[in-house]
């Protein structure tokens, strides 16, 4: 649909007739701040929303991450006119790797002295910027004044303009934001953001993943929300450890997050058989062949070989651990094992592998290890269940990252993990979470539990 104007609609007065109407000219701020401006110079309630701004206008301010590309015409013809639109309409402009980013992205995220100035930009949405670089106070996605979530479209646009859910106020008195202080300041250190971020993104490309998995109960903490988002740091410290392999990584601006959290990377160079032949066809064959009930699960062989090497080494060593065999299925052969061993984020990761890559060759490879991994991983996690009376450093909160890149010098693989306080064990003695793949409940407990 496109934006009408007055021709079409009688009623509605000109856009340009609004108060505020000329600070669409802020090349950064973002579509929320600038629509939300016009709702609270204009005392707009929501009848007048309705009558007075486009809807399409509305909803790019209060569902900014539900935006597509193909929505970027939508509000013309103003909004042609700015430099890059992208930057002003798309909070994902922004982000060099938006899937690294542990700002949920449902939620305004801002500084408080700048809201209360009545300016946003979504240059702040990730967590890529730490501080405001004029405020120097930490961005926050909660309300500084009840620390409710903030929202984009808690409750109406009307009473979500610069309120937080809960209705405080984020602006500061009866602020209109027309003027906002320091205004030259952020705008320019926002282009030094954007310099960077696009410097990232030439020096580094995901070629296959990111795999994020957050190990329960983590996911307790963060609710309904799927997949779950890493934890602050991943981003920074995947940079701390590229540059080790002597990529040029452009420098960090004191506003940014330069900590690395809880996270330990490893950064190993990544090669592989370049002329595997399989194609988007065999992908398809391989995610058909994920199966999951309440007592098997099945998880395709991509390379079966190899995971057959590696199947009888860990059985020498350990003896048989997964209760499981390797099936030959029609399209392809799966492992079975029992359903408790691995959770659903990890079934999940793993066929995001294959699900968005577009080499399906080096997919093929970076699954093959990946499950390997996991499936070491779930062993370990067994065998501390079973004795959880001395614990373990495998049923602590945690979380696991993968993923190949390609830089200047070549392709690298980078993986590593968080690990949670010790006492954060003692929420695995109960723990279950929701099935994803085929409804009911997966319990992961002990040796006794379901089968
Ligand atoms: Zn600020
Ligand atoms: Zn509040």
Redesign the pocket.
Known sequence: MTVTNTTDEPDRPPLERLIGFDTLSRPLESWYAFVSRLIRANLLNDVDIRKQLPVDWVRCAFAPQAIQTSDLAIPTPYVDQLPDAALKLRPVTWQPFPELSSAPPECLRG????LEAG?HSYAMQGDAIAR????D?PLVHRCPHCDTQLLWLARSPGLSAFQCPAGCPLLEGTHSGLHVPHEDQ?TAALEEHLVWTQALREAIAFVSGPVHIAYPPYLAVAPMRMPPLPSIGLLPALLHALKETGLAVPAFAPFHEQSNGRWTLKVEPWTWNGADPRDESHLEAYRRAFRRSAYRTYVPLVDRVSFEQWLARSEDAHGKWHEGGVEEGSTCATFVLASYMVTNNELVALRRLLARDSNPGLACAHYTQVLINLLEHARLRRTALDQLEEPSLHVTVAEAFDVIVCTAAGHYRVSGETRGDDASRHTWLDFRELAEMAGGMIHVMRKYGPR
């Open positions: 500084c408080p002295s700048c300016y405001c670089p004029v405020h106070e952020i």
